[in-house]
């Protein structure tokens, strides 16, 4: 996999920017070997946040996951890299497009295992919702 923008080679979209790479360990599995749902959607949290949180300039809060498919499963030693995309920015609210792909382990293997769309929220100091500056 290489870090030149994927939207030929993987997203199928305009712009989609690398924002997190991890690698998935066994203490991330559930009983039958594969890494939980959950770890891969907290990732997915974790890149989608990073990305908002840039565009907001500032400190952001998921306020939902409006959307989630898991395609293929991920196994131990798989490497996790996330896409994210901007779809939309409101008042205050950041929608957010993650596509999670995986290089399996020990191979040149590349496949998209889940997508998904998350929405964030810019907060103040209060963490009360803040407007989202233009860019």
């Not at 030929?8 to 039958?32: E, F, K, S, V, Y």
């Not at 990732?43 to 498919?69: I, P």
């Amino acid at each position: 996999m290489s870090d030149r923008n994927p939207g030929d080679l993987h997203c199928g979209m305009p712009r989609c920017d690398i924002w997190m790479r991890a690698i998935a360990m066994p203490a991330d599995t559930n009983p039958h070997g594969q890494i939980f749902g959950g770890w891969l959607m907290s990732q997915m949290d974790l890149a989608g946040g990073t990305c908002a949180n840039r565009r907001a300039k500032g400190t952001v809060s998921t306020v939902a996951v409006d959307s989630m498919t898991f395609h293929q499963p991920v196994f131990v030693g798989d490497q996790l890299t996330c896409y994210c995309d901007i779809l939309k920015v409101g008042r205050t609210s950041i929608g957010v497009r993650v596509e999670a792909w995986v290089r399996r382990f020990n191979s040149d293997e590349v496949v998209k295992v889940t997508e998904g769309v998350y929405t964030y929220v810019a907060i103040d100091e209060n963490r009360r919702p803040r407007p989202v500056p233009s860019e």
